[in-house]
């Protein structure tokens, strides 16, 4: 069984939701913004971390972004990320 994560869209939660909606205050309000912009930015305390999807319609095009830049990112260290998809079921089985 599965349950819907808790979502907070727009309403900043904590201290760290609060801070990135500075910084995302601040990216609109630069002269260069446009709506095809699109950012998903993570603070880390140590003890505690988050993020925020800014722009996107879908949670999953984010996903698909942040995989892309960290493949790149690995790779240009000298680190090769390989990801493999696994269905929920098997086919035939149900």
Known sequence: MTTEPTRTVGQ????????????????EADPEYADDVRAAVFLNTGARGGAVLHGYEKDSDAVADVLVHLTAVLEANGIRLELIGIPDTVAGAE
């Open 12 to 27: 900043p939660h904590d201290r760290l939701t609060r801070l990135v909606a500075v910084m995302t205050d601040a990216l």
